[in-house]
Every structure is written in structure tokens, then in C-alpha cells.
């Protein structure tokens, strides 16, 4: 039971929920809509980091030594925060996969589901929630290590810019 309340608490998770319960058609209908739309944000959100990361060759020319350590430190961080979210994927894909029965009402429902059907919400519920996870990751990273050249390039200017007056 507490898989099933841990898996519900996105929209991947409500149409895994339906589906198992309900049937693959109900879940597309009822909640179809939330999965596309959380695919869509997540990936337009992971297309923007990454489509506008500033170019190498515009970085290496004004390239300041900033610690690798601290470069490190805020790449962990945001992996961290991001591994967070691993868990209750996992759970996602055993529900979708392996799950036999849930309570409702105080009665043990049985879901009997085909390797098929099973198969299908994992890929609409499961898959996609990982592959837009991990686009942001991706791009989440790259971001985050050329940034550092972005602020170390703006500091550079300003004091450049401070000597001059």
C-alpha cells in the first residue's frame, strides 16, 4: 500500500494508478493529458539550460581559474537534489511491473494485468519521466559548469572596467 501512495504523487504516478486499476484507455483519457504536459515542461525546461549555455570558444578565451573544488561542491549539490527523485521512480516501475494487488476501501483489489498492458505504462509513466529527468540532469551539469566561467568572466570585466575609472 505505501508504494502505491508514494507513486501517486505526480501525474506519471496518477496514470499508473488508473492504469493498473482501470485499464490502459481510462488512464490515457483520464490522465493522458497530465503526462504529455509534464513531458513538455520538463523537456522545453531542459531544451532552455541546455540551448542557451554559452559557447566554449566564448568561454576559454577569458578562462579564470576558479577551484575545481568548489566547481565540484555545486555539481554535487544539484546531483543530490536531483537523486532524490530516483526513489520514487524506482517505485513507479515496480508498481507498473510487478504489482498484484492494492487496497481500497478496506478490501484487496486484484490488478491482473498482461505483460502488455504492464509494459505500455511503464513506457508512458515510467520512461518518460526518466528520460525528461534525466535531460534535466544533463543539462542541469553542463549549465552549472560553464556558469562558473560566466561569473568569473563578469567579475573580470568588472574590475577591468573599475581599474579603468
Partial sequence: DNEWAVCSANAYGAFIHVAIQSG????????GLMVVASVLIQSTFSYELWAHL???????????????DL???????FVI??????????????????S????????TRYCRRSFWHRSMVFLWAVMTEVLTWSGILYSGE?????????????GLSSQNHSSLN
Fill in 100 to 107: 498484484i494487488a492494492y487496497n481500497c476501501d478496506d478490501k
Fill in 24 to 31: 490502459l484507455w481510462a488512464a490515457i483519457i483520464k490522465c
Fill in 142 to 154: 553542463l549549465n552549472l559548469l560553464r556558469s562558473f566561467q560566466l561569473i568569473c568572466r563578469s
Fill in 71 to 77: 566547481q565540484l561542491a555545486a555539481v554535487m549539490v
Fill in 81 to 98: 537534489l536531483m537523486l532524490n527523485n530516483i526513489p520514487s521512480m524506482a517505485v513507479a516501475a515496480s508498481v507498473a511491473l510487478t
Fill in 54 to 68: 554559452p559557447s566554449v570558444y566564448t568561454i576559454v578565451p577569458t578562462f579564470c581559474s576558479i577551484p575545481s
